[in-house]
């Protein structure tokens, strides 16, 4: 991209080349995003038949002064470029215009045809640049709000840090800030403050008189060194970091390192072995915590309190460190899970507990919970006692046997140890919903056969007496029918 060294080769390529030479013709594109402010019509109407008197530059931007205003300006933008027709000129990484190109290129902004037969083009292939036509370039924007160019009007060191020490950027945002200091680009920064072994997101005003003096400078070298060598790049001093800082690609100068990171809105290489933070920023920086994360020691239960749930639960539980086996009254279990507090992570704790069988505590630890007028506000902090012995938790009884007892109390104090564990007690607390729901269904299926049985009983029943009724009906019909016939047999006899 364009920078000071890289205008200036431009510059100096048209004061060798056209300078006192009139302009016979002129082409310029019809773009108004490159050609500002201005028909192209009127653009060419303007310079015509005008003689070029100079070439100036400030920062990154140049103007032709013809014998008579207005004046051709050109600000480079990202791509832009000087091409004389038959003259070697200096070509950068972006210059996307080839030898071997049509002529003018079709990349061309600005075309013009001097007496001699010259031509000289200015060509912007990605069109960020702005060619414009002005009276005064220098008395309006941009070339107005420009500071003092890095070449030309390079600062004192006390003017320097004064002006530093009111500033409060990275002092990479506050190179490439053009009202600043003009013409420093991206690359000549991160050369610079290599040179200088300063941090790009060093804060400007934390800088010492030793290092602004140095940054100065660095600055001055490397802007004359690259204009000294025509922006030639392949000319630039093997040592510098220009020659390994593109494409982001991992790679060493001098056996260092090179690292990117973006200071000042823009990609910056620099050597974090060479150019570390100073002052304030590197304390802050060393305080920072490392990208792995301090798991803790597994061995120690810490239920934090519920601080976040404060304002919507006044019921908080403080921060009990427990070194045994925990014992929690029914009474605090029922009113935690009435709370409704489904994220109170003690809650949740208090009734796992309360689903496994109530054990016995060790009697070194103080399980008392201050449970006045029945409502448990708070656990007695509770500090970490000496594990008992096994013969304590377990003495031997006579008549049983000992290893078994020892054993049983062995299992014991390893589930007490478990129970610390919050994976351990997560575990157990699925496993005993898992039971738990195992169980309701079959609560649910034992109902659901019972239910069929009862329904089937019924059935049978109302089929047996529907059945019952039939057969009686059939034998009273059966009994009239008989005794019908009876009585008119009767009544036959009696009349014969």
């Given at each position: 991209m364009p920078e000071l060294p890289e205008v200036e080769a431009a510059r100096r390529a048209i004061e060798e080349n056209c300078l006192g030479k009139r302009i016979k013709n002129s082409t310029v594109a019809d773009d108004p995003k490159v050609i500002d402010g201005v028909s192209p019509s009127d653009f060419e109407a303007?310079?015509?038949?005008k003689r070029i008197v100079a070439a100036h530059r400030k920062g990154k931007n140049m103007w032709l002064q013809l014998d008579s205003p207005p004046f051709p300006s050109f600000q480079f933008g990202m791509t832009g470029a000087v091409y004389i027709k038959g003259v070697a000129v200096t070509k950068y990484k972006r210059s996307a215009v080839k030898d071997t190109d049509e002529w003018p290129s079709k990349y061309?902004?600005?075309?013009?045809?001097?007496?001699?037969?010259?031509?000289?083009?200015?060509?912007?292939k990605r069109r960020f640049a702005k060619v414009r036509l002005l009276d005064d370039p220098v008395s309006v924007p941009p070339i107005s709000e420009l500071g003092p160019d890095a070449l030309v009007d390079p600062m004192a060191v006390d003017e320097f840090c004064n002006s530093l020490s009111k500033k409060k950027i990275g002092i990479k945002a506050l190179l490439l800030d053009q009202s600043f200091i003009s013409g420093i680009g991206n690359w000549m920064a991160d050369e610079i403050l290599y040179q200088a072994r300063i941090h790009p997101q060093q804060s400007a005003s934390s800088m010492s008189k030793e290092n602004c003096s140095t940054l100065v400078k660095c600055i001055n070298e490397v802007t004359n060194s690259a204009v000294g060598f025509d922006a030639d790049s392949l000319c630039f001093p093997v040592e510098w970091l220009f020659h390994f800082r593109w494409g982001k690609?991992?790679?060493?100068?001098?056996?260092?390192?090179?690292?990117?990171?973006?200071?000042?809105?823009?990609?910056?290489a620099y050597v974090p072995e060479l150019q570390k933070l100073c002052g304030d920023q590197a304390l802050k920086e060393a305080g920072k915590p490392s990208k792995g994360i301090d798991r803790g020691?597994?061995?120690?239960?810490?239920?934090?309190?519920g601080n976040e749930d404060e304002a919507t639960n006044s019921k908080v539980v403080?921060?009990?460190k427990i070194s045994?086996?925990?014992k929690i009254s029914k009474k605090w279990s029922s009113k935690a899970e009435n709370s409704g507090d489904a994220n109170d992570k003690y809650s949740m704790k208090t009734s796992r507990a309360n689903n496994h069988p109530k054990k016995e505590s060790s009697p070194s630890v103080d399980d008392s919970v201050d449970d006045k007028d029945g409502d448990a506000?708070?656990?007695?902090?509770?500090?970490?006692?000496?594990?008992?012995s096994n013969k304590k938790l377990s003495p031997k009884v006579e008549g049983l046997d000992n290893s078994e007892n020892d054993s049983d109390t062995v299992d014991r104090s390893k589930k007490t140890r478990g129970a610390?564990?919050?994976?351990?007690?997560?575990?157990?607390?699925e496993d005993n919903e898992n039971e738990t729901e195992n169980q309701r269904k079959q609560t649910r299926g034992k109902n659901s056969a019972k239910r069929n049985r009862e329904e089937s009983n019924d059935y049978e029943d109302k089929v047996n007496e529907e059945m019952n009724g039939k057969q009686m009906k059939g034998a009273s019909s059966a009994k009239k029918t008989v005794a019908s016939g009876q009585s008119r047999k009767q009544q036959r006899a009696k009349a014969i």
């Open positions: 303007s310079i015509v038949g061309s902004k600005f075309f013009v045809a001097l007496d001699d037969g010259l031509e000289f083009s200015f060509t912007d690609k991992p790679g060493n100068v001098n056996g260092k390192k090179i690292e990117f990171i973006t200071a000042g809105g823009r990609t910056t020691n597994p061995d120690d239960d810490v239920e934090k309190i403080k921060c009990t045994g086996a925990k506000k708070s656990f007695k902090k509770i500090s970490k006692a000496k594990k008992p610390k564990n919050p994976r351990i007690l997560r575990k157990t607390n």
